[in-house]
């Protein structure tokens, strides 16, 4: 089996809009047999009416819910269509947001009979103002609203990686297969920023989330988007974490977490030497 865990669509509005069908085609070219489509998936309309960056997130960061229908036709379509030539399985990628847990339960609760997998990630924290704002946004947004953090990255990194450990305890309240995205997207501009590698404390805490990624019987996204990405020049996680999660026998698979049709496939056999090592 070759699979693609993490893909995204013209839905997401910060990529590519390139038909679906050009991603199924060249993930068709390379040999893949099974291929996870996995839209943004629309943000807690409470959590849009409070939220204040750079962007409004209604157009930036997913899909509108009065895209949803469209976006599940969408999928249906291209299954149909190429079914024959490659496994695909439908799904989202879901924000973990602090304080909103009843509402993306809901969410997730409502659309359980069309989920077939999950990729759940964080891409927002707690700014230096009080609120929840995206973390990979771009450098300039970084550093306006999270200087605190920037001035002591350890403490940065540490609160990601927390918000990332409570991802996984959190309760999709599915028995869906759960991913959990790019554990280490804090450190997309680590170039721009000069960042230092982990300390101490925050390699337990990786420790900590590979482990109950194990025991909670989920999957880890061996994403490679950073790695196309200008200030960050690795894969989330990179390969030294990588080689931890094998050494655990955490369950993982490959994402290019595609925004367009040339992101797919990027560094696919190395990175799934990496995964195959112990198996």
Not at 55 to 71: C, G, H, I, P
Not at 183 to 200: A, E, N
Not at 214 to 243: M, Q, W
Request: glycine share 6%.
């Amino acid at each position: 089996m070759k699979k693609d865990g993490h893909t995204h669509t013209r839905l997401s509005h910060h990529g590519s809009q390139e038909p679906l069908d050009l991603y199924l085609e060249r993930a068709i070219e390379l040999g893949f047999t099974d291929y996870v489509v996995t839209e943004h998936a629309p943000l807690p309309e409470s959590f849009l009416a409070t939220y204040a960056g750079p962007r409004s997130q209604d157009d930036d960061s997913a899909m509108l819910a009065s895209e949803l229908v469209a976006y599940k036709e969408e999928v249906a379509r291209v299954k149909e269509k190429y079914g024959e030539k490659i496994r695909i399985h439908q799904g989202f990628e879901v924000d973990y947001l602090p304080g909103y847990e009843a509402e993306t339960q809901a969410f997730l609760q409502e659309n359980a009979d069309w989920i077939d997998e999950i990729v759940l990630s964080v891409h927002f924290l707690e700014n230096d103002y009080g609120l929840i704002g995206p973390i990979d946004y771009d450098p300039d947004q970084l550093k306006r609203f999270f200087s605190t953090g920037l001035q002591d990255p350890q403490a940065l990194f540490n609160k990601y990686l927390t918000a990332v450990q409570q991802s996984i305890d959190f309760d999709t309240g599915l028995s869906t297969p759960v991913r959990i995205g790019h554990i280490t997207l804090i450190r997309k501009f680590q170039k721009y920023f000069d960042f230092p590698g982990f300390d101490q404390e925050n390699q337990q805490k990786i420790t900590a989330i590979l482990t109950s990624i194990l025991e909670k019987g989920y999957e880890l996204d061996v994403n490679a988007a950073g790695l196309r990405k200008e200030f960050c020049g690795e894969s989330y996680p990179n390969s030294t974490i990588l080689h931890q999660a094998v050494d655990l026998q955490v369950p993982m698979t490959y994402g290019s977490d595609a925004h367009e049709v040339a992101d797919l496939g990027l560094v696919y056999n190395e990175l799934s030497a990496i995964i195959n090592e112990k198996q």
